[in-house]
Structures are given as structure tokens and as C-alpha cells.
């Protein structure tokens, strides 16, 4: 029964995607490759002339970046949000065109707490899948949180982790949304959190599949460091980070971490830094890839 079946379901398959109905993630994920990944802030500002997608289609293709996160913003009114619906269809139809992966890019400083802040979050991801329902051939492969309570005063401070809990409690309820609208999620998070105990660590990285590490002011242009220096800081601090964020935890629903580095700490060096991270990192299992803070500082 299960061989006559089987070409059936091949067939329902392919008609499935030749129609557009199966999401782009489908076949993104398949991919063996590590995440390069790209932020893009205020995309309605930055990708609204004609030709600015098309530069950014061309600079993630000679970077090898084979995933996009697009700023998604609560437009004011029905007309604001199918305005800003429209050109981001756009966007994504043609990335998709270079079998880049896209991804909503939300923000908030106190998303993590209960209540209005953290419902106000998940009204943002309803209006990502609202967007991907009426738009099936150039919908979002994932949803792509930063949320930042540590900006807060009163979260600041080395080993101030009190915030943490409800953070999680907040990708907990994000990754059950993601999950039922079939969408992967993926969240910045500061290396503050890794340096919780071994019960916080591992509340974490068992909270989201994917999680970005900012990396961020490793190195200054202005510290007089060679270029070699600065990379060799890089990959032992990226090494060092990773193993111990993992250490005494074990586990098949441990999320993998992507590295982020950010344009002011190398400048034209972040090619080369990128991918000395790649070579260094590839066969560690952790190991997501790596992501370049942002489009908005190379325009």
C-alpha cells in the first residue's frame, strides 16, 4: 500500500510547489550550508527606490549571504500597511529569485515583560503571517526577534540576568506562533546571556532553535591592532563563547548559534572576518553561521 502511495504524494508535491503553495523554507533548509545571514533596517525607507533591491540582491549574492532580515513595521491604517505590504512582496519576490531566505525582522525593548509588552510582540507576528496569507509566492520563511531588555537601566550591569525568565516565557509563546504558521524563528541575544549558571543556559538555548550572538566590539579600527590580531581575537572569543555557553548541557533540542558581527568593529575587513569565522567554526555542531550587522551602515 505504502509504494503505490508513494508516487501519488511525489506527484501532489511537486504540483504543490510549481504552484507556489509550499513555502520557500521547504527547500531552504535543506541546505547543508552554514546561515550568512543580513539585517536590514527601516526597509521601507532603505528599499524604496527601484534599483535598491536590486543593489541588494547583487551584495548578498558576492557575499555569499543566503538569508535576509527585513525591519517589519506595524504600518498605521489598512491603507499604511497595504502600502508597505506591497513593496515588501516585492523585496522578498526578488530575493527569492536568488534563493535568499527572508525573514521579519521585529524589535522591542520590553517584550519580555508579561502583559501588554509582550501581547504587543505577538500581535506583530500575527500581522507577519496575516502578510504571508495573502501573500503565498512571496511570503517570509521565518521570524527574526531582537529584543533588547538589557537596554532598560534597570537590567544593566554584569550578571544582571533577572530579566531573563520572562524573555524565555516571551520565546516560548513567539515559537509556538512561528511553529503553527510553519515558520522558523530565530533571536538576537548579547553574550550577557551566556554567562548565566548551567539552569539559565539551559533554559535558553532550549527556548528558540536558532539564536544570533552579537558579537559586537571585539576590536575598534582605532586600536592600533594588526588586522591579523584582530582576527585571531575574533576566533578565540567566538571558540571560547561557544563552548562554554554549551558546557554540561546535552541534548537534540539545544539551538544552534549563529555569530554576528557588526560593520563599525572591522569595516572592509568584514568579509575576511566573516569568513574566518566560517573555516574556524563549520564543524562544530552548534555552529549556525554567521550574520552581518547591517545593510543600513554599507549604503
Not at 550550508?33 to 549574492?61: D, I, Q, Y
Not at 532553535?209 to 558579537?215: Q, V
Not at 562554554?244 to 568584514?270: F, H, K, V, W
Not at 575576511?272 to 563549520?282: C, Y
Request: glycine share 6%; with cysteine; hydrophobic share 35%.
Amino acid at each position: 500500500m505504502a509504494s503505490s502511495r508513494a508516487p501519488s504524494i511525489l506527484r501532489q508535491f511537486l504540483l504543490l510547489s510549481l504552484a507556489g503553495f509550499l513555502p520557500f523554507q521547504v527547500f531552504a533548509q535543506n541546505s547543508t550550508m552554514p546561515s550568512h545571514g543580513l539585517w536590514v533596517w527601516k526597509t521601507s525607507t532603505v528599499l524604496a527606490a527601484p534599483s535598491s533591491t536590486e543593489a541588494l540582491r547583487k551584495f548578498c549574492r558576492s557575499h555569499e549571504i543566503n538569508e535576509v532580515y527585513l525591519s517589519f513595521s506595524s504600518a498605521g491604517g489598512a491603507q499604511g500597511r497595504a502600502a508597505e505590504d506591497e513593496l515588501l512582496s516585492n523585496i522578498i519576490r526578488e530575493l527569492h529569485q536568488s534563493s535568499i531566505r527572508v525573514e521579519a525582522l521585529l524589535s522591542s525593548t520590553d517584550a519580555d515583560q508579561s502583559g501588554k509588552p509582550r501581547e504587543k510582540l505577538l500581535d506583530h507576528i500575527h500581522e507577519v503571517i496575516q502578510f504571508n496569507q495573502k501573500h503565498p509566492k512571496s511570503a517570509f520563511e521565518g521570524i527574526h526577534l531582537d529584543i533588547e531588555p538589557q537596554q532598560r537601566p534597570e537590567n544593566k550591569g554584569p550578571g544582571n540576568l533577572n530579566f531573563l525568565p520572562g524573555l524565555i516565557e516571551t520565546y516560548h509563546a513567539a515559537r509556538r506562533l512561528a511553529l503553527q504558521a510553519h515558520l522558523t524563528i530565530n533571536a538576537d541575544i548579547q553574550i550577557k546571556l551566556l554567562k548565566g549558571d548551567l539552569t539559565q543556559r539551559r533554559n535558553l538555548l532550549t527556548s528558540l532553535p536558532r539564536l544570533t550572538l552579537m558579537l559586537y566590539e571585539l576590536n575598534s579600527p582605532s586600536d592600533g591592532a594588526t588586522p591579523e590580531q584582530e582576527q585571531q581575537k575574533l576566533l578565540n572569543k567566538s571558540k571560547e563563547t561557544i563552548e562554554a555557553a554549551y558546557d554540561g548541557i546535552t541534548g537534540s533540542d539545544l539551538a544552534r548559534l549563529a555569530i554576528g558581527l557588526r560593520t563599525p568593529d572591522y569595516e572592509q575587513r568584514m568579509p575576511r572576518m566573516l569568513q574566518a569565522v566560517d573555516e574556524a567554526l563549520r564543524t562544530n555542531p552548534h555552529y549556525l553561521g554567521w550574520a552581518w550587522h547591517s545593510w543600513n551602515d554599507l549604503r
